[in-house]
């Protein structure tokens, strides 16, 4: 029985899609996998999900490369079957003082028939490799010089920003959204995700954190999101979900526009 992954590389995805019956609704594959593709320009990008309800873990690219997501821990095993055991899927933050960082991604230390990958500095969603050697091709580049008065400004505008989201999903503003969503698309649900980081996007976003509160405009991106990330029946907690790694993801693009970071290193 051979140990070679399912898919190894991107025409290896291209090869197991080509093969599903119903390519809107994906190609279902084994352990809870499940290959969904999305149509693009610069050719097709295939997404991995998993679980149930299945949840986003990983993206293939065109040029060999893949994009890990780590939504929940999965069995090592499981993974294996299905990418090559050379990507790291499950970047675990050691405990102790320091903080992980994707700079010393190929360190790894086995504990029983799971692996742990340990950093030095900072780990952040959405890491890439290349599927062939296991290289990180996503390297965090040096932090820039920080303004301290936007900071403080960009901390307060985002808490408040934060709890008022959290009050919407208590009253229920949420769950409506979801249901205004869910009666009125008709298309594929990889076709309603949203690209955070387009500017019209980054616009609202930013917008709406400087007045402190989500805009209905805003609320229907997120739950599109959600219907585009996340496969099963959406709800509040997945909404939250999704929320909050918009947040996480944008983190950097949405500091910029406050004026966080010193101009100098911006522009480099």
Known sequence: MSNKPLISNYADAAAVFAKARKPERGKPLDHLFRLMREKNGNG??????????????????PDDTV??????RIPEYVFKKILPTTIPFRAVPPRGS?????????????????????????HYPGIRFNM????????????????KDNRKEWLRDLRVFKEQFELRAKLGVVDGVIREVGEGHDIPRWAMRIDWGAPSALAILFNDIKRGVPSTELLRL???????????????????????????????????????FDETETNQ
Not at 67 to 72: D, Q, R, V
Not at 236 to 258: C, E, G, I, P, W
């Open 222 to 260: 997120i739950v599109r999101s959600v219907f585009g990330t996340i496969h099963g029946a959406p709800t509040t907690d997945t909404a939250k979900h999704v929320f909050k790694r918009v947040l996480t993801n944008q983190s950097t693009n949405l500091r910029k526009m406050y004026g966080v």
């Open 67 to 72: 994009e890990i997501y780590t939504p929940k």
């Open 132 to 147: 062939i050697t296991g290289e990180c091709v996503s390297i965090e580049p040096p932090p820039p010089a920080v303004n």
């Open 44 to 61: 097709d990008i295939y997404h991995l999900y998993w679980g149930s309800p299945q949840k986003l873990m990983a993206s293939i690219h």
């Open 98 to 122: 320091y903080k992980p960082s994707v700079e010393h991604i190929n360190t790894v230390v086995v504990h029983g028939t799971t692996s742990r990958y340990y950093f030095k500095h900072k």
